[in-house]
Nanobody, 122 residues
């Protein structure tokens, strides 16, 4: 069992930056690929970014590539999402899932946190 706790969400203005963090506990963190997904009101949950167990391989959704950066620190059991040049359409609840598999599909991830809210007024 893996427990994930997201933090760092908040209210920011368009163009601002925000860094989300996800703390993992329960099992060996480096055994897992990590991802970030988001869900806006009335929309399906969508893939944002993912990173493999070593941190050497990352993938991004087209909508965030070049603005967001995912990173992980296995020694501290954390994964971060640096979000720059935020837009109103980035507003959502952001989730940090983990799984042994690595990919952009929700089905790839077994463990999920409760999420952290990011608000970007238009």
């Amino acid at each position: 069992q893996v427990t994930l706790v997201e933090s760092g969400g908040g209210l920011v203005q368009a163009g601002d930056s925000l860094r989300l963090s996800c703390a993992a506990s329960g099992r060996t963190f480096s055994d897992y690929a990590m991802g970030w997904f988001r869900q806006a009101p009335g929309k399906e949950r969508e893939f944002v970014a993912a990173i493999d167990w070593s941190g050497d391989s990352t993938i991004y959704a087209d909508s965030v590539r070049g603005r967001f950066t995912i990173s992980r620190y296995n020694a501290k059991n954390t994964v971060n999402l640096q979000m720059n040049s935020l837009k109103p359409e980035d507003a959502a609840i952001y989730y940090c899932p983990a799984n042994e598999a690595y990919g952009p599909s929700e089905d790839d991830y077994q463990y999920w946190g409760q999420g952290t809210q990011v608000t970007v007024p238009s």
